[in-house]
């Protein structure tokens, strides 16, 4: 069976872990509660699911974790360069943005296999000029971690062998999964077409689409029978509507929507056409005699 060591240093399986990490992310919040130490923006303590979602995106992607022992050395008073490596392990962890190159530079001349949770705006930066080492992930995720904090994150790694960028959606949704709450939204219901209210009819005016209802062709409730059946109310009232004039509300709807359509279009054309004119504004940064000449040596 294979080994991982837990935050203590103790030796355990990794299906044991799979077993008991609910146990295990107990214990490590306990350790972190003893330390009276004021959190930092380094002090971004990881949610149980999102790294259970990088432990088995690395699994699945970069390697069988079976034969690895998984450490995590960026605790409350860890010291990462004194760390008792074992063999074959491999990092996963977040560790302090603040000192992000150093580490992983460290880990480099070390050669010692990472996947590091890394700060996404200074991604490149970050690698600390070892990008022929390490592969850049780009997520650029929000992440929201123990302490409350909301980083934009992604990720740094030696084990993507000849990648030097990687952009990576699959990961981004495998944390925004991790990351979802449990749908608690009330059960939802669509009145009649014959049953209006001053919201329902708000999108008309919104989109510019007039309906004008005769009085003949409506009657006022304050509630509706098939409302109080399922225990709720008809919320500021509304109107029952003949046969015809639901017709023609539903005629009104489809035109709006058509309208709000054509809109969201002509907003996106107008947003590309701004954006081609701001960058045939722009001054060009040319590519010096140097640059186009490595560009040349590439592959």
Known sequence: MSEQLDLFGHKV???????TKAEVFE???????????????????????????????????????DDKVIVRPFYPGGD???????????????????????????????DIQFFLFAPALTLFSSQGGTWDKTTAIVCGVNVIYENKACVCTSFITN??????????????????????????????????????TAATLQKLSLHGTELVIPRKSCRYIKDSDSCKAQGRSLFGGGFLLSERAA?????????????????????????????????????????????????ASLE
């Open 159 to 196: 084990m993507a062998k000849d990648i030097a960028v990687w952009v990576c959606p699959q990961l981004v949704d495998a944390i925004r999964e991790a990351q979802a709450e449990p749908d608690k939204t009330k059960r939802k219901f669509v009145y009649s077409d014959n049953i209006i």
């Open 13 to 19: 399986g990794l299906k044991e872990i799979k077993r």
């Open 80 to 110: 990462y360069e004194n760390f008792e490596y074992p063999e074959n392990c491999v990092v996963i962890d977040n560790p302090p943005f603040s000192i992000f190159s150093k580490i992983v530079r460290f880990y480099v001349a070390h």
């Open 247 to 295: 017709a023609e509300r539903a005629a009104a709807e489809r035109a709006a929507a058509e309208r709000a359509a054509a809109e969201r279009a002509a907003a996106e054309r107008a947003a590309a056409e701004r954006a081609a004119a701001e960058r045939a504004a722009a001054t060009k940064l040319n590519l010096s005699e140097r640059e186009r000449r490595i560009i």
């Open 27 to 65: 214990d490590y919040n306990s350790f972190v509660d003893k330390f009276e130490t004021k959190k930092t923006t380094d002090d971004c303590y990881t949610p149980p699911k999102v790294y259970d979602a990088v432990v088995e995106f690395v699994e699945r992607e970069l390697c069988d974790l």
